[in-house]
């Protein structure tokens, strides 16, 4: 068993109950069966496997979102879950199941109407910070922050870029380091900090319309709506003011999806504009240091772009930071590794919701050594999202989504 295993062995047992104990619920409750099988001959950690609520409540009319766990048939132990609410309308659409697979390996899961035993850890939150209207988001990997407009009463920072937190802690740090102040969560006191610079960039994976050469960006975000703060998936969405993109208006919507166990989080963009041609959009990486290196892999169905780079030394920032955006392959233009940034180039239509994978690892995190471990992770996500978790839902079809 390999030491990723190990590490999601370990966290199921901890949420675990005994078996017997388990078992005798189990048979004084109604249930649904749960089939999820890994199509791939890869190890999956952490996988958020998706159980369409309305399938559950068929056979279960009595479930509520409060009330809900979900219990490894074979060996009878709890799996972290969460109701989410994906639109904001106030209904349940999903169960989320968090699990870990071997390779090719098919699991069966046991739903109940029963509450879990205890609290299911948070691994992955979104908030609004109010005093600056930043929206922050992390898993137990890594954290993000993006600026609105709110942030203007405090700096001047005009940007809907995106901001990195490395960290080095498997706990959640977005309240904590808050709480510390502006000044002191940019120094490292053991658990990572803020080393990155945004500035009026694409930061770490932002996005701009392209067009006759030159990149132009929404400002700050003017609305936030956060819809799941955790534990095992966070959700929330911005929209932005319209914004003149060398003689058109354009506006953007984003939706952002961060999930436990993940340094990679989805990201959904919608550009309108009031015509119907179609539209170019840069996104990528700024430039920060000498040393900085991109790399591309249009191998698969899903593209990626990459850059490998020394942490800025600022505050005594430390190590090296990949960071990496996936997208549709049939999407991907071009790739321009400019003075000040390295990007991709993509197409899109208005009103066309764009779908992207950004993120970022750390090597003082641990998990990545060198810029192979990096790009090995990139192409491993890559697979993943190729062929999803298969879910079923006794014998009928349930959607899976990551």
């Not at 017997?20 to 496997?49: F, G, H, M, W, Y």
């Not at 691994?123 to 898993?139: C, F, K, N, V």
Request: glycine letters at 10%; one cysteine or more; charged letters at 25%.
């Amino acid at each position: 068993m390999t030491k990723t295993m190990l590490c999601a062995a370990a966290l199921l047992a901890a949420t675990s109950i005994p078996v017997s104990a388990q078992r005798a619920t189990a048979k004084a409750s109604p249930r649904v069966t749960v089939r999820a099988e890994n199509p791939t001959t890869l190890e999956r950690a952490d996988e958020v496997i998706a159980v369409a609520w309305s399938a559950l409540k068929q056979r279960l009319p009595g479930l509520d979102a409060t009330r809900v766990r979900a219990l490894d048939a074979a060996t009878g132990v709890e799996l972290p879950v969460q109701a989410i609410d994906n639109d904001g309308d106030g209904a349940t659409d999903e169960l989320l199941v968090l699990a870990s697979f071997f390779p090719s390996q098919a699991r069966t899961f046991v739903i109940e109407p029963v509450a879990p035993s205890a609290p299911v850890k948070a691994r992955a939150y979104a908030r609004h910070i109010d005093d600056r209207d930043d929206i922050a988001w992390e898993s137990d990997r890594i954290a993000y922050r993006i600026y609105g407009q709110g942030l203007w009463k405090v700096e001047n920072l005009h940007s809907s870029g995106i901001d990195v937190w490395p960290k080095r802690t498997r706990d959640l740090i977005v309240d904590r380091w808050y709480a510390k102040g502006h000044d002191l969560y940019h120094k490292d006191t053991g658990e990572g900090a803020d080393f990155y610079t945004v500035g009026e960039t694409l930061g770490a994976g932002g996005d701009a319309i392209w067009r006759n050469g030159k990149m132009y960006r929404a400002e700050n975000f003017k609305s936030w709506k956060v819809l799941a703060r955790g534990p095992i998936r966070a959700v929330f969405e911005l929209t932005y003011d319209p914004f003149d993109a060398g003689g058109i208006k354009v506006s953007e919507t984003r939706r952002f999806v961060m999930d436990a166990g993940q340094n990679l989080f989805r990201e959904e963009t919608t550009f309108r504009t009031d015509g119907a041609d179609p539209l170019t959009y840069a996104i990528g990486f700024v430039k920060h240091a000498e040393g900085q290196v991109g790399s591309v892999n249009r191998a698969g169905p899903y593209s990626w772009i990459s850059t490998w780079q020394p942490v800025e030394k600022k505050d005594g920032g430390h190590g090296e930071l990949g960071l990496g955006l996936l997208l549709d392959r049939s999407r991907l233009l071009d790739v321009k590794d400019g003075d000040d940034h390295f990007f991709a180039l993509a197409g899109a239509k208005p009103g066309e919701t764009l779908v992207h994978w950004i993120g970022a690892g750390w090597t003082a995190s641990g998990d990545f050594r060198q810029p192979q471990d990096w790009w090995s992770h990139l192409d491993n996500l890559a697979a993943r999202l190729q062929a999803p978790i298969r879910v079923s839902v006794e014998g009928g079809a349930a959607v899976s989504a990551r």
